[in-house]
């Protein structure tokens, strides 16, 4: 099963509690913080490596488990799964401005009408016309944070087109892969969360068999 963990990383901006997580990460993550120029990158950092070693030690979790890592904003996130060999990818990302221009280049047809609709009908795809400004945005970055997920979950990254792959949601609610890349042919299981009344989105994309429903929180300070 894939579990799923948060953390707010704003502690860590204070330089005292920064330097006291800092000192417990491994060399090389001190080393990759140390290259960043801004604070708040840093913290960043060294807060994900921070809430991934905070939820092995509040778990039994086999020294086999795959885990991924991201962060946005003030918050960190891990997806951790305790069976060996398994994908897993996420993504959080803090919700901003509408930015229909990149969904236009990188996201399916499909895709593009729900965001332009900003709601979606479950059943079949089908979409609602006009909605507004705030729907829109908010169903861009529900697409986002899955296609990023899914692009970390194969560890190919930006080297995978976004358009080779499409998401829809089903009757339940929760979303599912409608399409994916001939080099992908198996089955992917999906979730989505909401922090902080849609202050950030995140997803979850992995081949493991179970996906948590609820995100666990975490306070780091």
Known sequence: MVSVWAADITPLLIEETYRAYYNKVPEWRKEKADKLRNMEDRARSVGAWSLWEKIQEMTELPEHAV???S????YVLCA???REGVQVGCDVEMTG???MAVAERYFCPAECEIIRAGIQSIDQGQTDAGGDEKEQTEWFYRFWVLKESFM???RRGMGLDMRTYEFAWGLDGIPYMRRQPEEYPGIYLCREYELKQGEARAAVITT???IEGRLHEIRLA
Request: glycine share 6%; charged share 35%; proline share 0%.
């Open 71 to 74: 962060h946005s904003g003030k």
């Open 67 to 69: 885990f991924n890592l």
């Open 208 to 210: 493991d068999e179970e």
């Open 97 to 99: 401005v509408l930015r």
């Open 152 to 154: 970390k979950a194969t």
């Open 80 to 82: 951790c799964s305790d």
